[in-house]
């Protein structure tokens, strides 16, 4: 079984780069071509409006090159123009070449079972195509799964259109991806101040994000079969117990929740097999305490062992928390609610205009937060 990874946007590629460095250390997913070919290829991606950035990273990885699309010119940080893309300059195929590329590959998978995609919110390329490209995506593969594997930018401020982008992103996200792993700058720059005073490079946030995205989609012992030849199906499990409810969809692997629907711990470099002996002798409990799961929810916690561990040195361990939590809440509010005070004074409305969003589509976007948040907070009273 077959996942493909899609990376759009600078951020995107990034830290996918760190996640393909991290990923091709683990050999159980060299051996079971989960996310790699038969000859070690990646089942990867790369996508992005400017050139320079993208080859200079996949010359470092086992890509396919005819699996790197670069347009001529930036998206601005603006939304409308990643989206609806440059027709003047002729980077108007961008996105046809994405979704041609992805089919190949769809085919050259022994049994295609989804898409991962990895974009910014803020960036034009990463939100604005990422959005188009989880339109079509969900468009021309309804059976098969989509997560979002989408990178909040800092609340003070990176972009004056980013609250904008992030609205409009997490809107479609929210309408056709199966799950979304929300990772913010600001809790990531925080928990790598803590390990260390001197300051935090963009190397290591993209390493923190491919370290825990890794934890939870490399193959682990719980999901391997008898035959004990891995099945890729790591980050498919993890949609299903998550997100068990369509409207509550949002995933982090970060941060402790003040409330969860639903949670999964994985404990990697488990040589003695002894973690799910103390999942049930009362770890378990005590995470269901710590994280103050729903009641309503009859089976909150799952949890995975694997018995290597390669996000760390050799003998060490680690455990990877994913939660579908309450705290998305705060995130989500604070887009909603700058971004209408932004809307309301018709701040850089003309620069989505030109592109022929309007109106409209900030309301939908508008209403749709608003009813993520409802949901959420219905879900969790």
């Not at 080859?55 to 699996?67: D, G, P, Q």
């Not at 004990?228 to 498919?236: A, F, H, I, N, Q």
């Not at 097999?273 to 378990?284: C, D, I, N, W």
Request: proline residues 3%.
């Amino acid at each position: 079984m077959s996942t493909v990874f899609l990376h759009v946007g600078q951020c995107g590629n990034q830290t996918g780069h760190a996640f393909w460095k991290t990923v091709i250390k683990d050999h159980t997913v060299l051996d079971s071509h989960s996310f790699v070919d038969h000859k070690g290829i990646q089942r990867s991606i790369h996508v992005d409006s400017e050139p320079k950035v993208i080859w200079s990273l996949t010359r470092s990885l086992k890509v396919r090159e005819k699996n790197v699309c670069a347009g001529k010119r930036g998206r601005g940080s603006n939304w409308a123009l990643g989206y609806k893309g440059v027709q003047s300059a002729g980077d108007d195929h961008l996105t046809d070449d994405a979704m041609e590329c992805l089919r190949k590959e769809v085919e050259r998978c022994d049994h295609y079972m989804g898409v991962v995609l990895m974009h910014s919110l803020s960036g034009g390329t990463g939100s604005g195509l990422g959005s188009r490209l989880s339109e079509m995506i969900r468009d021309e593969y309804p059976m098969n799964y989509l997560m979002s594997c989408a990178i909040a930018p800092c609340v003070s401020g990176e972009s004056p259109l980013q609250h904008y982008n992030s609205l409009l992103t997490l809107s479609h996200l929210h309408r056709f991806s199966d799950g979304v792993i929300l990772m913010q700058n600001d809790e990531i720059l925080r928990k790598l101040q803590k390990r260390n005073e001197k300051s935090v490079s963009f190397n290591a946030m993209n390493q923190s994000i491919a370290n825990n995205l890794c934890g939870v989609f490399l193959p682990t012992e719980s999901l391997t079969p008898s035959s004990g030849c891995s099945t890729g199906m790591e980050p498919w499990d993890m949609v299903r117990t998550l997100c068990p409810v369509p409207s509550l969809k949002f995933i982090h692997v970060l941060q402790n929740a003040r409330r969860s629907v639903a949670n999964l711990v994985v404990g990697r470099g488990d040589s003695a097999q002894s973690f799910l002996a103390a999942m049930k002798r009362g770890v378990e409990d005590k995470i269901k305490s710590s994280y103050n799961c729903v009641t309503w929810n009859p089976m909150p916690v799952d949890y995975w062992s694997a018995r290597r561990n390669t996000l760390g040195p050799r003998d060490s361990s680690s455990v990877t928390i994913a939660a579908n939590y309450s705290s998305v809440v705060d995130y989500l509010e604070t887009v909603l609610e700058r971004s209408k005070v932004m809307f309301e004074a018709g701040a850089y409305l003309h620069w989505y205009q030109r592109y022929s969003i309007y109106q409209e589509t900030f309301e939908a976007a508008f209403d749709t937060l608003s009813s993520i948040i409802a949901e959420y907070k219905a879900a969790l009273s």
